[in-house]
């Protein structure tokens, strides 16, 4: 009975530990974990710059949860220096770097790369890349489904198939779509954000994905000295496990953060939203009283009051730094127990043109 005590206060530390480890850019709402993943990146087994391992060293840095190394099938760029005979090899070489206990996931992923349409789509979760082969697109994204796999549209409005730059459906994604073959899409890629990706997402029952599409060093692509950061995409999981995560994503349990915005369906950021920014009384002076806003996030929160009290000292736009606090002055005209604080978030966006909105109730 002793040995079994102490086994699972052993497994309680490790687990203890592991979870310690995982970097915390949001709070999370209670019940779930926030899956920080870049599920588009490139190593030089297609049309990247870097050996796998670098791509396991920059997520280990920058404290990300999952990766998934989604090499181009149709397109490999140095196939005359690296003889690429497995297409599932820089999956290998960076997954045999992970330690037992350490946070980071890699899954397996391709890159189906056809003319537009379709375009170029992401496969992760797959079991055999090199099965994925297949000159028609509609047949690779077929296999791809029968693996199990999650499947998105990678980058919609690229300049290079869209001269306009406006995301929208061919006959061909629609049929794609009556077919199931395809569950999310790129709203975000690299430096690029696709309001028409994001309606096209919200109308087509699609995951919202944000990805680096990263070539080049991370560091590189985004500069770090004016913090800059990669796109990421946060997973709304029950666990930390893949199927956790592989079912999270087929539930469009998911936002991007993007440069200083986050971008996704209002039931998955009110949530987080809620848990991020609290709301406290440091008490009255007469009848004006001080209140804290603590942003718990990376994201700095660009707040507008929507309410009926004026403020002391700011207008009714204010902004709460990351992972910092502002204290605010507010009219109250009587002393009152507590008030309704309303916000418009001017930096979350939920719909095109349509940013959250969260109303928070402060005991005075």
Do not use: C
């Not at 990146?41 to 391992?53: L, M, R």
């Not at 209140?291 to 204010?318: A, E, Q, R």
Request: a positive charge; aromatic letters at 8%.
């Amino acid at each position: 009975m002793k040995k079994k005590a102490l086994l699972i206060l052993i497994l309680f530390s490790l687990i203890k530990v592991n979870s310690q480890d995982r970097k915390e850019f949001f709070k999370s709402p209670d019940g779930v974990f926030l899956i920080s993943s870049d599920l588009h990146i490139h190593t030089v087994f297609s049309d990247g710059e870097v050996w796998p391992s670098i791509r396991v060293k920059e997520a280990r840095r920058e404290g990300l949860d999952l990766i998934s190394l989604t090499e181009h099938l149709e397109y490999l760029s140095y196939k005359n220096d690296i003889d690429i005979k497995d297409r599932n090899r820089s999956f290998q070489i960076s997954n045999a770097m992970l330690t037992k206990n350490e946070p980071l996931m890699i899954i397996n992923g391709s890159e189906i790369t056809k003319p537009m349409p379709p375009g170029h789509f992401n496969a992760v979760f797959v079991k055999d890349s090199n099965l994925l082969i297949n000159p028609d697109g509609e047949k690779a994204m077929i296999e791809a489904n029968k693996q199990g796999a999650f499947v998105f549209w990678n980058h919609p409005n690229w300049v290079e198939n869209r001269d306009d730059a406006i995301a929208r459906l061919d006959k061909l994604h629609e049929r794609l779509l009556q077919k199931k073959l395809f569950h999310g899409i790129e709203v975000v890629n690299e430096h690029t954000y696709s309001e028409e990706a994001l309606a096209l997402a919200l109308e087509n029952n699609l995951t919202i994905m944000g990805t680096s599409d990263i070539h080049g060093l991370i560091d590189w692509t985004f500069d770090k000295e004016k913090n800059h950061h990669r796109p990421i995409t946060f997973i709304i999981s029950k666990n930390i496990t893949k199927r956790s995560i592989r079912d999270a994503l087929f539930s469009q349990k998911t936002f991007v953060w993007h440069r200083d915005m986050l971008i996704g369906k209002k039931e998955n950021l009110l949530p987080v939203i809620d848990k991020n920014l609290t709301i406290t009384s440091n008490g009255y002076y007469k009848k004006i009283v001080t209140i804290k806003l603590k942003n718990h996030s990376v994201v700095p929160l660009k707040l507008k009051y929507t309410g009926d009290y004026t403020f002391h000292s700011y207008g009714s736009v204010i902004e709460v730094p990351a992972n910092d606090e502002l204290l605010i002055t507010v009219k109250t005209k009587e002393i009152l127990n507590s008030i309704e604080m309303p916000f418009e978030i001017l930096n979350i966006i939920v719909e095109p043109n349509k940013n959250l909105k969260i109303t928070k109730t402060v005991r005075l």
